[in-house]
């Protein structure tokens, strides 16, 4: 059989399938390169599970108090190799990504302290645990103090700026590797490297945390490799592989992980408490798969950028560019192209993939928000999913895929809709 005519039973013109086509043949070199990270990133994993001798008892149930939990003490000892820290908190009481980043931030910063982003402003939903939008509980309440230092206009680090703003009462840098839903660059590891080491040269003594969401398995090397104290992501994104139903990590120094504990249960309980409720298997696992799911996702991510850019759409990242993460933005120009878009993206899904995608209000987010999602995993987004607030440049943020060829179909499928709906043309 013909590749087109099952394409064709999905809903693609033969048009779009030929495009998608010719596209791809100009691939392969990254294609090949994408692989070799994750070939190496495979074999890392794996050094980490035998070094950490997991064997098939660490999957056991606990419940209650969850004392003595084998299982979860070497998956966490199973990410620390893999970050290369001498700690990690891996749970599925973490709640998703923002919750992670609450618990880092809220376990090391203390009233009087300064917190300061030299990246620009945080990633949405962070802005309200800072208090940078006004919220109930935020650490501005709890007397912590925000500062900012913007990027520069082409995307770059503002060194002065963010000299001006470390002060003796600086505690911790936050750095967000992933742009979030703004169109700046993302950064790569280098480059966040490059800033800690600028800022422990001018505070030796200050904390870096970074935001590794949708970073991890992209690169060889993560944050933890260049410096950052805390590292900390979602589960349901990138390390998870798209198994684990929940979770976050933060892999770091042992006192700064300790101290997350000790917020994320109660002090002097720390990491000694947390039943693992039997989800230990989609934990490791994941882990195993993730780093072959994420080259899957960085596959989908420059097609899209190639067909979309040579319709005349700007990409960001651009189709040529580098991944520092698995996301893509499209800037699109209007709502009626996102919620196109977002509909080709739904109508490829294994789940709910009769389901038509409509922008509403979420919590934690100022502007409405479009989302198309079938997933396996609610609202996991290492799945083939796609996202945006609608406000202008009216940019799409497509992400993930568990295989490469799901992405693929994704995105010819988005293209798809917005041709049948006089949105671009071929
Ligand atoms: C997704 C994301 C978060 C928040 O994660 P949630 O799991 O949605 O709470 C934080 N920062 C960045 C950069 C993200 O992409």
Not at 196 to 209: E, G
Not at 356 to 370: E, H, L, N, R
Request: proline share 5%.
């Amino acid at each position: 059989m013909e590749l087109f005519n099952i394409y064709e039973s999905l809903g693609l013109s033969r048009a779009v399938f030929d495009r998608g086509e010719a596209v791809l043949a100009g691939l392969a070199d990254r294609f090949r390169a994408i692989d070799q990270t994750a070939e190496y990133n495979q074999a890392k994993v794996l050094s980490s599970m035998q070094k950490n001798r997991v064997g098939a008892n660490h999957f056991a149930a606990t419940t209650g108090y969850g004392y003595d939990d084998d299982g979860r003490e070497r998956l966490e000892r199973v990410y620390a190799g893999v970050f290369h820290t001498e700690a990690a908190l891996v749970r599925p009481q973490i709640t998703c990504g923002t919750h992670a980043l609450t618990v880092a931030l809220s376990a090391n910063l203390l009233p009087g302290d300064e917190l300061l982003s030299p990246v620009g402003a945080p990633y949405d939903t962070l802005q309200e645990v800072i208090g940078i939008r006004p919220s109930p509980c935020s650490l501005a309440e709890y007397g912590v103090r925000y500062r900012q230092a913007d990027l520069k206009d082409d995307g770059s680090f503002d060194y002065e700026a963010i000299r001006a703003a470390i002060t003796p009462k600086t505690k911790l840098i936050t750095i967000q590797r992933s742009k979030g839903y703004a169109t700046r660059p993302s950064f790569s590891v280098g480059q966040i490297g490059e800033l800690i080491a600028f800022c422990k040269n001018i505070k030796p003594d200050v904390l870096v945390m970074v935001d590794n969401c949708y970073g991890e398995f992209v690169d060889t090397v993560e944050p933890s490799d260049v410096g950052a104290d805390m590292t900390v992501g979602s589960l349901i994104k990138n390390p998870g592989g798209g198994l684990a139903p929940i979770g976050g990590y933060i892999c770091g120094t042992q006192t700064c992980v300790d101290r997350c504990a000790y917020r994320l249960s109660a002090p002097g309980l720390g990491q000694e408490v947390g039943a693992n409720l039997g989800i230990l298997p989609a934990f490791y696992q994941g882990f195993f798969l993730a780093p072959t799911v994420v080259a899957g996702a960085l596959k989908g991510a420059i097609f899209a950028a190639h067909l979309y850019e040579g319709l005349g759409f700007r990409c960001v990242p651009s189709a040529a560019e580098a991944r520092c993460d698995i996301i893509q933005a499209v800037e699109l120009g209007s709502e009626a192209a996102m919620r196109a878009f977002c509909a080709g993206i739904q109508c490829a899904a294994p789940v709910d993939s009769f389901a038509a995608p409509v922008p509403g209000d979420m919590p934690g987010y100022d502007s409405q928000v479009i989302m198309a999602a079938g997933t396996f995993v609610q609202g996991s987004s290492i799945e083939l999913s796609a996202d945006g607030p609608i406000r202008p440049p009216y940019a799409v943020y497509f992400q993930g895929g568990l295989t490469w060829q799901h992405a693929k179909l994704g995105i010819l499928l988005s293209l798809q809709k917005m041709i049948d709906g006089g949105l671009t043309t071929l």
